[in-house]
Each structure stands twice: as C-alpha cells, then as structure tokens.
C-alpha cells in the first residue's frame, strides 16, 4: 500500500509542476472506441455504433501523439487517457494499456466501470495501469440511474470494488446537471470514503451532443463548489477533491479561510489559457478538450498545423472584458470555459456566466439600464 500511496503522491508533484509556466506538457485523450453498454442522458458523444479503433491504428495515433511531443520540445512521459465510449468494451483495453506505456505514456482509463470484474481490473494492474477515474453521478443509486439508466449503480460498485483490490488508484468523477444530482455533489464525499477511492473530481454539464436535447444546462455550478468545499471543512476530508472548471481557480481567493482548511483541494485543473488538452476521437476527428468543433482529423491533418487552429489561437491570445478585466484570476481561469461557451452561443469568447463575477456585473448594469429609463 506504501508503494502505491509514493507512486500517487509523485504523479501528482508531476503532474501540478507540468501545470505552470511554458513547461506546461499536452495531455491527450484517446477514444478507443465509440461502442457503449450505456446510454447516459447527459453524454457529449452523439452517437456510439462505429468500429472500435483498431490496434495498428492506435499505435500510428500514439506515434504521432510523441512526435508532436517532440517537436513541441515536450521531455519526459506523455499523459494520455484512455476513454470512448465505453473502453472497457474492448477486452484488449489491457494491451491498448501496454503499448501506451511502450510508446512513453502515463495512462489512464475513463471509464463507467460497469463491464470491470475482478480478472479485467487485475488484467489492467499487469499491464501497467495504476489509475482509473470512474465516472459515478449521484450519491444515491436513484440519482445516478436517473442519468445513467436502470441497474447501472450495483455494476459500477461492483467495477470500483475491483479496481481498488487489484490496487488501482479510482477517482470517481461526477458531472455536474442541473435539476438531476447537484445536491448530491456534497455527498459524493461521504461515498468517496465508504468506497475507500482515492479521490473525487467534479466537472460542470457541457452542452454538447444528447445534453441540450435531454437537459437543463445552466445552474448553479459555482454555488455548488462552495457547498462541496464547506462539506469537505465539516466532515474533515482527507481524500483528494479535483474541480474540473476554470472557474474553481477563483475560490481560493473568494473563500480563502474555507479552501486553506483542505490541503488536498485542487482547484487549478482546468488551464485553458495553455490549450494543452487534445482529444483524439475514434474517428481521427480532434478536439481542443470538449469545445464540439473539430480542429483536423489525425489522418489527414499535421497536428503542428492543428496547433495554429485559428480557435486555440484565439484561447490562447484571449483578451480579457467586462467582469473578466478586473479578476485577480484572469491569468489562469481565461474567461471561463469554452466548451460550455461554444455549446451556447458557438463563441469560445462569449463571458460565462457560470461565474458569480458576470452574475454581479449583469445584475447592476441592469439595474443602471432600470434607473435610465425610469
Ligand atoms: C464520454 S465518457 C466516456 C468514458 C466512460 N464511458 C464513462 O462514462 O466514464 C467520459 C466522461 O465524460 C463525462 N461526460 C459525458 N458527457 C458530458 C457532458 N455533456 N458534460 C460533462 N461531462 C460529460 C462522463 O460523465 C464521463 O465522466
Ligand atoms: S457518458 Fe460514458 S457511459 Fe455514458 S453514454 Fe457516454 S460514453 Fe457511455
Ligand atoms: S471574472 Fe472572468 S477570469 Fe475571473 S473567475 Fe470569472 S470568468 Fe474567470
């Protein structure tokens, strides 16, 4: 347990000293297979009949995946996870797993956890992987299946349980829906211990793919952080708390006395600014994290040419407006998250008023606009 408890402590001192300056490395996600056992209401995927991605294929991504590292001057060990669809349909998910490490990468799966028995988690120890985040969205077994569909919840527990006696890391990792599971956000901690994981992340709803058709996409995301971070102060949680979201770079400045109390809160995942998170999709189609408008395809396009999409240009030389200007975040938040921005208004631009900031600002100028007019 010694072992894996250094190994995780140094994966994260790698992976937070990546995270700053112009040393910043690109992490890259991998769709090995469009194939899914679930049907999720809020899924980004669109559809999930294709052909998993076959072995030679994946090893050419990889390949280019490293050269591109190399000529961006990237050193070290890449960081690529594995997702799809479901991954774990695929049973050489353990093989994918060994020629990632072959080619210098540091893996990971993404995964719903409910086709993962003891011989496949113990399979996928062997080859290499030490870290699984399994995606679980209500503290309740009800909530979760209200999103992830009947007899979900025993199999994913079955699937964590797993995971974590093969001795895998499990992150569980919660979306964020409106009107579905927010209030359950705090509790996902008091599960997270029950279950013995290692951590939890949280992520807000993107509107892409069934979400806007299935779903109400706006809510109260940045309140919902505040509540999970209170829980965490009063139950004394030890385990670590990840907040996928630029916007979750504010909190240790909106709440300084709250978040110094957790030493294992992260809050400054999401850097936009750096557009460093590139998707692989099972087609080839690529991404810039979960912004919905493909960037190239990795057959036919170079991914040094990808690099200068007018669109991560823009993220990168985004200037800051309006409530943006005066934020002592800007430098990291970016203006908030594109992929929820683009999934509204198709303008990785347009302020995100997720953000308390916008919020205030909106409410006064209607208020200047309201004493105008009177
Ligand atoms: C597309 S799934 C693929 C891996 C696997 N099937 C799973 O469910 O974990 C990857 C992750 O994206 C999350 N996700 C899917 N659609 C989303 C959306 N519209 N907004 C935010 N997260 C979403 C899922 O909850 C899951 O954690
Ligand atoms: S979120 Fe994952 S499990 Fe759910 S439908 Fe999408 S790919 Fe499948
Ligand atoms: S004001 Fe702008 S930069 Fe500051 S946290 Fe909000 S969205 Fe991010």
Request: charged share 20%; proline share 4%; glycine share 10%.
């Given at each position: 347990m010694t072992a894996f408890l250094l190994e995780a402590i140094l994966y994260i001192i790698k992976s937070k000293l990546l995270s700053?300056?112009?040393t910043l490395h690109h992490r890259f996600h991998l769709?090995?297979?469009?194939?899914?056992?679930l049907a999720c209401a809020?899924?980004?995927?669109?559809?999930?009949t294709g052909k998993p991605v076959p072995m030679p294929q994946i090893e050419e991504i990889l390949r280019k995946l490293q050269a591109f590292r190399a000529y961006r001057g990237e050193g070290g060990r890449g960081y690529l996870t594995l997702s799809g669809?479901?991954?774990?349909?695929?049973?050489d998910l353990p093989d994918i797993i060994r020629l990632a490490i072959k080619y210098g990468f540091m893996s990971r799966i993404v995964t719903n956890?409910?086709?993962?028995d003891m011989k496949l988690a113990k399979e996928l120890r062997n080859a290499g992987l030490r870290l699984a985040q399994v995606s679980l969205d209500g503290a309740a077994k009800e909530t979760h299946e209200t999103i992830r569909?009947?007899?979900s919840w025993d199999r994913t527990m079955n699937g964590i349980e797993a995971l974590c006696r093969a001795g895998i890391f499990v992150v569980l990792s919660m979306a964020l829906i409106p009107g579905r599971n927010m209030h359950e956000a705090p509790l996902m901690l008091d599960l997270s211990r029950r279950l013995k994981v290692w951590a939890v992340k949280y992520q807000r709803l993107i509107p892409r793919g069934s979400a806007p058709l299935n779903l109400d996409?706006?809510?109260e995301f940045h309140r919902t952080f505040v509540c999970i971070i209170e829980r965490a102060v009063e139950i004394k949680y030890r385990r670590f708390i990840m907040l996928?979201?630029?916007?979750?770079?504010n909190l240790p400045n909106l709440y300084p006395g709250l978040c110094k109390r957790?030493?294992?809160?992260?809050?400054?995942?999401?850097?936009?600014?750096?557009?460093?998170l590139m998707e692989v999709d099972y087609n080839g189609d690529i991404y810039?994290?979960?912004?919905?408008?493909?960037?190239?395809n990795i057959w036919t396009d170079d991914l040094a040419v990808v690099w200068e999409h007018p669109l991560l240009r823009n993220i990168r030389v985004k200037t800051s407006r309006g409530a943006?200007?005066?934020?002592?975040v800007w430098n990291r938040?970016?203006?908030?998250?594109p992929a929820v921005t683009y999934g509204l208004?198709?303008?990785?631009?347009?302020?995100?008023?997720?953000?308390p900031s916008w919020t205030q600002r909106s409410e006064r100028d209607e208020r200047k606009n309201g004493e105008r007019e009177s």
């Open positions: 700053f300056g112009e769709n090995v297979t469009v194939v899914c056992n809020h899924c980004y995927q669109e559809n999930h669809g479901e991954p774990a349909t695929r049973r956890a409910t086709m993962i569909g009947k007899n996409t706006q809510g996928f979201d630029p916007l979750a770079h957790l030493y294992l809160l992260i809050t400054d995942m999401c850097r936009c600014d750096r557009t460093r810039y994290c979960r912004v919905g408008m493909a960037l190239g943006c200007s005066c934020c002592a938040c970016g203006g908030g998250c208004h198709k303008d990785i631009s347009a302020p995100d008023y997720a953000c």
